[in-house]
């Protein structure tokens, strides 16, 4: 086999060794474009599951570096004013990194590939037509691949330039944890990511948001003065040691994704391919992993065709994962001054957790005293607003307020439409759906989207509120709910607009009734489908009409005694309609500015908060984003919240798109929760997120970083209506509500789950990673 590797760092040497060690008789060459002690940037960083997969990969390369490293278990977060003083130091043990010189380990794979017989050559510029005869050519030239972008129309590299500037510095810090310095200046607030890779020299690579950038004039300054201007920033932390340059440019990170990762015989590695933003970790990481994924496709057998699909196929999941956690570290780093105003250790929890591949069950696993502490915060900041809360109970179980209405606990169970409803009555599968997640233990049980006009309802299955029989059945829901379980019941008003007159859900989700529609609205007249019915565009007295049936509906539900009243403005139903660019193409005061779409929202909001009584919450629900191009703005999502919350909307219940049948959303775990974040703690209002929250460990992890302050969980309340009490017991929190009905099943439920917890945290302790750290351990290594 002929295997020609163009580009020699990590990712290259790697897989040339891995392959010439399995395959001695192949014929392999690193080209490299650099002399062979040539390195830009200083260290690189690898966690002990990387280390593992090294050693397995390859032990005498492992051994090679093991040697070498400056290990550490612990990251240290500090916190600083603008005068410099300490606002908050935390250091969070259980992790478990090791930081290696980049000059290093580029000696160690060059001394490793040499004695295998791989042939290296260097200082020289090399195209895949220079070796004709190879099978295999590794694509591993770097962030900026000539490769790549010479088949640029083949690979469909997508490049998103993050707004941040970075630089990466040296020092000669010494320094015994991965550590974070934030600090505040007049500028704005720059963050140093800072780990030592060998005795005497540490990295530092310096960021900041692109305004306090500018206000700090780096845009004019040369490497040197950049230096200085940040030993000055980062004096306290540096301690009288300088910062080194080598090539330290001010650059912004690419996130980098390409479509494809080969072409013929040709294969992308590394950087080449995809990007990972460095608050993740090394991109020298991701790069090696890619090299013992490609060695593993072809240990699987094949030709280069076939190993090259395996590689790809059985690869990719993993880098769009590690690129997904990327993403959303990187957001956190870019919006910091959000968190500022937190408590430092509330504001230390969600750098812990900013990426959700850390979470609160894990910490407590790693750091219970940091857990521990937080927990404490928390609770603190629930009892400074008056309210009876626990430093012995997470997050989770903590009580919240608003208005004159105040909840047992944070676990919310989200609307879900049924769709089961005669003539918009709720019947008797519904009375057993809400009361049996009262009963569950839930703090808050939310309705589905209730519908207030017959003309309104999405399919003929939806509940409605526009007579006295609706009324009645929802009274009695009500009553059952408050008799018996400490639940407080939210019901959500909503007008389907141009997504109305449709099948059931399970007969073809918003697929047009093909007979026995019903007349539809917009706020323009655009279909949903092609095929659907086309709305009418609404009138002034079409909006006089629906407003006065909301305010109808709401005094309905005075009478019927539910707690909050929300008002359903997302997934693109006939309010969203109004709000999202996409489906208000209107000429009129309605249409153009979002100040302009928000009139008829607001104005139906206000009239129904003018009928609803003053001591009860009501919350809106909105789609955040539309999840396609030419939708929602961040701005307008910020305008949103802020016009609802000036109009006396005490929460925003944060979901996103729906809006247009062609979006593109982006699903994963939490997958929403960025914009509850950015709605609570830059519109100033409280949010409750929801989507694909699955556990109590999210839920917490999510309340603890300050992202929102509820969580709404649909398809685990579904399968599991005592999702709150099993999440008690979990936790230990003996107090939720039980119906005396119910209390031995309690009590069993509290003894099972506090024998469980034990074996499980004996079992995670016996199963955590063997420690990397050399014995005896440098002095470098943290203190344990």
């Known amino acids: 086999m ?65 040697r070498s490293f400056a290990y550490w278990d612990d990251i240290e977060i500090i916190r600083r004013g603008v005068d410099g003083a300490e606002q908050g130091r935390h250091r969070i043990g259980g992790n478990g990194f090791c930081g290696c010189s980049r000059r290093t380990l580029l000696m160690l794979l060059q001394d490793r590939a040499r ?42 590299p997508e490049t998103d330039l993050r707004p941040n500037r970075f630089a990466w510095m040296g020092s000669t810090r010494p320094l015994d944890a991965f550590t974070f310095c934030f600090r505040e200046r007049p500028e704005g607030i720059f963050i140093a990511h800072a780990y030592q890779y060998e005795a005497g020299a540490s990295t530092w690579v310096l960021e900041t948001d692109p305004e306090t950038f500018a206000r700090a004039g780096l845009a004019s300054m040369g490497e040197e003065d950049s230096a200085r201007f940040l030993e000055s920033v980062f004096a306290e932390d540096l301690q009288g040691h300088r910062l080194i340059t080598n ?73 769009e994962k590690t690129q997904h956690a990327a993403d959303v570290s990187l957001v956190w780093f870019e919006h910091v001054k959000r968190f500022w105003h937190f408590d430092p250790t509330r504001f230390a929890f969600g750098v812990m957790t900013r990426s959700k591949a850390i979470t609160w069950d894990n910490l407590a696993l790693r750091a219970p005293g940091f857990v521990q502490e937080t927990q404490q915060v928390f609770a603190a900041d629930a009892q400074a607003k008056g309210l009876p809360a626990s430093p012995r109970k997470p997050p989770l179980f903590q009580p919240f307020a608003l208005r004159g209405m105040q909840l047992a606990n944070r676990i919310v169970v989200s609307p879900m439409d049924m769709y089961s409803a005669e003539e918009g009555v709720p019947g008797d599968f519904h009375f057993q759906h809400y009361t049996s997640r009262a009963l569950g233990g839930a703090g808050l049980v939310f309705t589905e989207m209730t519908c207030i006009s017959p003309d309104s309802r999405i399919t003929r299955g939806c509940t409605g509120l526009w007579n006295d029989a609706q009324q009645a059945a929802w009274t009695r829901i009500v009553d059952f709910a408050h008799r018996h379980s400490a639940a407080k019941l939210c019901l959500q008003l909503g007008h389907a607009g141009r997504k109305g007159a449709t099948k059931l859900m399970w007969d073809g989700i918003d697929q047009p009734l093909e007979d026995g529609g019903w007349p539809i609205v917009s706020a323009s007249p655009i279909p949903y489908f092609t095929q659907s019915q086309v709305p009418r565009e609404m009138t002034r007295a079409d909006m006089d009409a629906v407003r006065e049936d909301f305010v109808a509906a709401t005094r309905r539900a005075v009478d019927c005694g539910f707690d909050m009243l929300e008002l359903h403005c997302a997934h693109g139903y006939l309010l969203a309609s109004f709000l999202s660019p996409l489906t208000n193409i209107r000429a009129d005061e309605y249409g153009g500015s979002v100040a302009n779409r928000l009139r008829f929202p607001l104005e139906v909001f206000r009239a129904m908060r003018a009928a609803w009584p003053a001591d009860r919450p009501m919350s809106v629900r909105i789609s955040a984003t539309d999840w396609k191009a030419g939708g929602l703005s961040e701005d307008d999502c910020i305008a949103i919240a802020r016009a609802f919350a000036a109009e006396g909307a005490d929460l925003l219940d944060v979901s996103t798109g729906q809006t247009v049948h062609d979006a593109e959303p982006v699903y994963g775990r939490m997958f929403q929760v960025p914009w509850s974040d950015m709605i609570r ?56 509500a039980c119906p005396p009905q119910y209390l031995w099943g309690k009590d069993a439920l509290m003894r099972n789950a506090a024998r469980d917890q034990a074996d499980l945290r004996e079992l995670r302790l016996k199963a955590r990673p063997r420690s990397h750290a050399p014995d005896p351990a440098p002095a470098s290594r943290a203190a344990e």
């Open 2 to 66: 002929r295997i020609a590797v163009i580009g020699g760092g990590p990712a290259g040497l790697y897989f040339a060794i891995l392959m010439k060690r399995d395959h001695p008789g192949a014929r392999i060459t690193v080209v490299e474009r650099n002399r062979p002690d040539d390195t830009f940037g200083f260290g690189v960083v690898f966690s002990d599951a990387t280390l593992d997969a090294f050693k397995a990969a390859d032990e005498p390369s492992y051994r090679a570096i093991a």
């Open 115 to 156: 004695a295998l017989g791989v042939e290296l050559e260097f200082r020289r510029e090399a195209q895949p037509e220079d070796f004709p005869d190879a099978d295999l050519i590794v694509a591993a030239d770097g962030i900026n691949s000539p490769i790549r972008e010479r088949w640029r129309d083949h690979f469909q």
């Open 247 to 319: 090539r330290s440019l001010w650059r912004r990170f690419p996130m980098i994704r390409c479509a494809r990762w080969t072409r013929g015989n040709v294969v992308l590695l590394g950087d080449a391919k995809a990007s990972a933003h460095f608050s993740i970790g090394s991109g020298t990481k991701l790069a090696m992993e890619d090299a013992i994924a490609l060695h593993q496709a072809f240990q699987a057998g094949g030709d280069v065709a076939a190993c090259l699909t395996r590689f790809e196929t059985a690869r990719r999941e993993d880098v």
């Open 681 to 736: 703690n830059e519109a100033g209002i409280a949010t409750m997120c929801v989507g694909n929250i699955t556990t109590a460990d999210q839920a917490n992890t999510i309340l603890a970083a300050g992202r929102a302050d509820l969580v709404a969980l649909a398809r685990p309340h579904l399968t599991n209506p005592f999702f709150a009490m099993q999440a008690a017991a979990q936790y230990g929190v003996k107090d939720i």
